[in-house]
């Protein structure tokens, strides 16, 4: 059985301030982990995964998360935020089984970005 | 197709009544999927897709909720009897088999009236 829980529903920054938005996975078998974006009344666009190899993962629009097994955290964070990051965050997790499974997301994290 | 497209964009449907949502997904995609997206239900899964046959169909919520998939392409998911608890976003997705990346379409707005 997999699990993700999203600390934070609604995350507020300033403009240019750092964005951190948490995510923790449980799963009992080596995991694939994504983060996605949903801007408003569209669908979900990947910003970055964590497949195998470097634990330390980019993305697009300067996202970046790092996968932590011994914390079963996979944080997304960026360093400067701006107002076009304003949109809802979901962290899912997949088994890493080499076929496709399904994925299991989290509740989802708002962010919103102020002047 | 260059992504998964969904068809209605948008439906409404009275309580009571049959609906049918279609999901395209991306050529050469083997696995599909499909999600429910309602407000404080987050994102359940509904269904998945391995070519034709769905070896885990665990999310569908009732009896009323049915979907298939022919010519390992095209999917349908189908809500008989609709109900107001129903309306939500319908979201479909698409990988390859041996591929972790799943490519979402824009989803269908259901709501019940």
């Known amino acids: 059985a997999q699990s993700v829980t999203q600390l934070g529903s609604h995350v507020s920054v300033s403009e240019g301030a750092l964005v951190l938005l948490r995510c923790n996975y449980s799963?009992?078998?080596?995991?694939?982990l994504f983060w996605y974006v949903q801007y408003p009344n569209q669908g979900l666009q990947l910003l970055l995964k964590y497949t195998t190899g470097a634990t330390l993962v980019k993305g697009i629009n300067g996202f970046e998360a790092e996968f932590k097994k011994s914390e079963t955290s996979f944080h997304l964070t960026k360093p400067s935020a701006h107002m076009s990051d304003a949109a809802e965050y979901f962290c899912a997790v997949r088994s890493n089984t080499g076929t496709a499974s399904k994925l299991t997301f989290g509740t989802g994290t708002r962010l919103q970005v102020t002047l | 197709g260059a992504g998964v497209s969904q068809s209605p964009s948008n439906k409404v449907t009275e309580k009571g009544k049959d609906v049918e949502l279609r999901c395209d997904p991306i050529?050469?995609?083997?696995?599909l999927y499909w999600y429910r997206q309602s407000l404080g239900q987050g994102l359940e899964f509904l269904i998945y897709?391995?070519?034709?046959?769905?070896?885990?169909k665990s999310g569908l919520p009732s009896d009323r909720f049915s979907a298939e998939r022919t010519g390992g392409s095209v999917s349908t998911l189908t809500i008989q009897r609709t109900q107001q608890e129903d309306s939500a976003v319908y979201l479909c997705?698409?990988?390859?088999?041996?591929?972790?990346?799943?490519?979402f379409g824009q989803g269908t707005r259901l709501t019940v009236v």
């Open positions: 799963s009992s078998v080596p995991p694939y």
């Open positions: 050529s050469g995609h083997t696995a």
């Open positions: 897709f391995q070519g034709n046959s769905a070896p885990d």
């Open positions: 997705a698409s990988s390859k088999w041996t591929g972790p990346n799943a490519f």
